[in-house]
Every structure is written in structure tokens, then in C-alpha cells.
């Protein structure tokens, strides 16, 4: 190819995707506990609203999404004209990004934080800002000082990819208050369904102009293969985030079937309480035997080794067991691994291979 074609500034920057591996080569009865999916799948209703879909597939789908906005904002009490539906909340990171950052402007995120958004940053030609942890905890005053006049958009997902933590209302609100008044504060919900009671930041979205929430069907709702995620925020943001959406940038199968999996709370209840008891009992089960984790309010936990050697040798003793977990070392934490919380069996499993490592 001629040296005259290249891409953008900045795209060479961003490293291929190298996670998601989905099965260990060899190996029968392989667990995959390396993506935080929820072990139940989606609500039943789903199943069927995704088989229903078929009789309609040589119909464009909706383009305004209403039938899925409304039925967000039925079940979370929110104004459906400010919800926006796209592919994963991945492509609400990206829609934020086109929208409101581009060359010589920085998107702010932490250390640990979750990688969509220095891609995403870099994909626009913005400047990525990685603002240092305190022990794997977010520290809203780093955050506060890396932001500069050039600042748009600040990122902050509670709780956190991968570490699990969460920080408070109060330090959220000290955040969204500090900022700069050209950024935008966007909090990423993709495991707040797991955190009880927590609203997600819509309190701060409803108090403030300069704070958007984005949440997923992929973690709790267990539809990660499905691709629906959504955001929500002040109307003049999700007006500009919806002239760059495509008008068709959602199939009637995602948007049907995500429609009947948010009008199914039960199911989504019953996840949360069993991952509360499976994520406890695995955390302590680790501690016995002297892997620690941080207090995770998500679907995963975030066990610490002594070294990278520790983990990377944990990590290739637990694929012989069949069990697939996730290195960390891209988020910085080369001496950690993250480990999905599954049903009760894969819980024991893995504590039971990662006792017989120690
Ligand atoms: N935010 C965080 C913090 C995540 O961990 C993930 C998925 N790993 C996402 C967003 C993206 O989720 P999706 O695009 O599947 O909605």
C-alpha cells in the first residue's frame, strides 16, 4: 500500500483487541468467566420477543426506538424523550465522543478505568487523560485537577470496570459540581443494576445540565450477544447525540427483545440476589486462602495476586482447568485477575482451582 495512505492522528494508538477469548483449545467443559456475563442469560420473555422478531425482519425497524424508550422510562420513572437506545452503551461512549470532543480537546478517565473510553478519545483525534488511582479507588480531586479549559468529557464508571468499587453520592456531586463548565460528566452504568438502590447518577442528571448516564443489556439483562445499550441526560445533549446517530442503527430483534427484558424486573431481581450472594461468598472463599479482592458491588471481583508472576501462573493453572478468567494487565493491574461471578458451580469451581494453585 502507498506510504501516502494512513489513518487518522491517533489511530495507531489504539492497541487491536486482544480479550474476549471465549474457550480454551483442547479443553471440554470450558467456563467462560472473562466477560462479566450474567450465567442466567436474559428473561425468558426476551427469548420469545427475539423469536417473535422473525415475522418482521423484511421491515426496516423503528428509527425513533419509542417502544423500547418508553418502556426504559416506565421502569426507571424517566422523560423517554431524553433516552437514547444504540449499539451496546459502546456506542453511546462513541456517540459522546463524535459529539463533543475532536482534535486538540481532552477526554478525561481513570487509570483503571474502562478502555472504550481512550479509544474512543483517540478514535475523534482527542487527547486521552489518564488520571492515576489511590489503591484502585477513584480519586475525585485527580480527577478535578487533570481538567483543563480543553476538557469535554469525563468519564467515571460506577461501579467501576475492573476493580468493582464504587464512590459515593457525595463524591459524585462534588465531581459534577467542579467540573469545568464546558465538560460533561458521563457516568457509566453498565453494572448499576447490581448495586441495590443506587439510582445511577439520575438525581445529579435532573439536578445538574452537565452529567450523562449511559447503562447496557449486556451485564445484568444478559444480553451481551444482542448489542443494546442506552443513555440518558439532559435534553440538549441527547437532541445533539441523536443527529448522529443512524437512523437505523438498531434492528427490531435488538429493540424488541430488549424491550421485553427491561419490562421483566423479576428476572432482573433475582440476578441481583444471586449474584449478592454468589460475589460474597466467592470474595471470602478467595480470603481463606489469601487472595484478597477489593469490595466489589458488581458481577465480578478483582483478585489480588502477590505479583504478575503469581497471576499470570494462576491464570494458565486455571485454563488447564477449563476455566477461562481475564488478565487485567491492559487496565494497569498486571497482578490481578478478574473473575466473573457465575451461578453456585462455577463459583466453586473456580475457588475450588484457585485453592488447589495456592
Ligand atoms: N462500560 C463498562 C464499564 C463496561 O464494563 C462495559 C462492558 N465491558 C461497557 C461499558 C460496554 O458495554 P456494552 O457496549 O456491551 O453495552
Known amino acids: 500500500m502507498s506510504d501516502a495512505i494512513r489513518p487518522q492522528p491517533g489511530i495507531l494508538d489504539i492497541a487491536l483487541y486482544e480479550g474476549g477469548k471465549s474457550h480454551v483449545a483442547g479443553i471440554q467443559n470450558a467456563l467462560k468467566l472473562s466477560s462479566n456475563e450474567n450465567p442466567f442469560g436474559p428473561s425468558p420473555k426476551a427469548k420469545e420477543a427475539f423469536l417473535r422478531s422473525v415475522h418482521t425482519l423484511h421491515r426496516y425497524p423503528s428509527t425513533d426506538h419509542a417502544g423500547l424508550r418508553h418502556a426504559i422510562a416506565e421502569v426507571h420513572g424517566l422523560d423517554p424523550t431524553r433516552v437514547i437506545c444504540g449499539v451496546g452503551s459502546d456506542e453511546i461512549i462513541t456517540f459522546l465522543c463524535q459529539a463533543y470532543a475532536g482534535p486538540h480537546t481532552d477526554v478525561v478517565f481513570t487509570e483503571h478505568g474502562f ?121 440538549a445533549i441527547i437532541d445533539v447525540l441523536n443527529r448522529i446517530r443512524g437512523p437505523f442503527n438498531l434492528s427490531t430483534t435488538q429493540l424488541e427483545t430488549a424491550e421485553a427484558a427491561v419490562r421483566d424486573q423479576d428476572h432482573i431481581a433475582r440476578c441481583r440476589a444471586d449474584n449478592a450472594r454468589w460475589r460474597i461468598w466467592l470474595a471470602e472463599a478467595l480470603a481463606e486462602i489469601g487472595v484478597p479482592s477489593d469490595t466489589s458491588m458488581a458481577n465480578f471481583i478483582l483478585a489480588r495476586f502477590s505479583d504478575t508472576e503469581e497471576a499470570e501462573a494462576c491464570d494458565l493453572h486455571l485454563q488447564t482447568q477449563g476455566l477461562i478468567v481475564r488478565r487485567v494487565a491492559g487496565y494497569k493491574l498486571p497482578h490481578c485477575l478478574r473473575i466473573t461471578i457465575g451461578d453456585e458451580a462455577s463459583c466453586r469451581r473456580v475457588a475450588h482451582a484457585i485453592s488447589q494453585f495456592k
Open 115 to 235: 478502555l472504550m473510553y481512550r479509544i474512543s478519545a483517540l478514535a475523534v483525534g482527542a487527547n486521552p487523560v489518564e488520571v492515576p488511582e489511590r489503591e484502585r479507588t477513584t480519586d475525585v480531586d485527580a480527577i478535578l485537577a487533570a481538567c483543563t479549559p480543553h476538557t469535554r468529557l469525563v468519564f467515571l464508571a460506577n461501579p467501576n470496570n475492573p476493580t468493582g468499587t464504587m464512590i459515593g453520592q457525595a463524591d459524585l456531586a462534588r465531581l459534577a459540581a467542579g467540573l469545568p463548565a464546558q465538560a460533561i460528566l458521563v457516568l457509566d452504568g453498565a453494572y448499576a443494576e447490581y448495586v441495590p438502590g443506587y439510582d445511577a447518577g439520575l438525581a445529579l442528571i435532573e439536578e445538574r445540565g452537565n452529567v450523562v448516564m449511559t447503562r447496557t443489556f449486556s451485564k445484568i439483562y444478559g444480553l451481551g450477544g444482542l448489542r443494546v445499550g442506552w443513555g440518558y441526560g439532559p435534553k
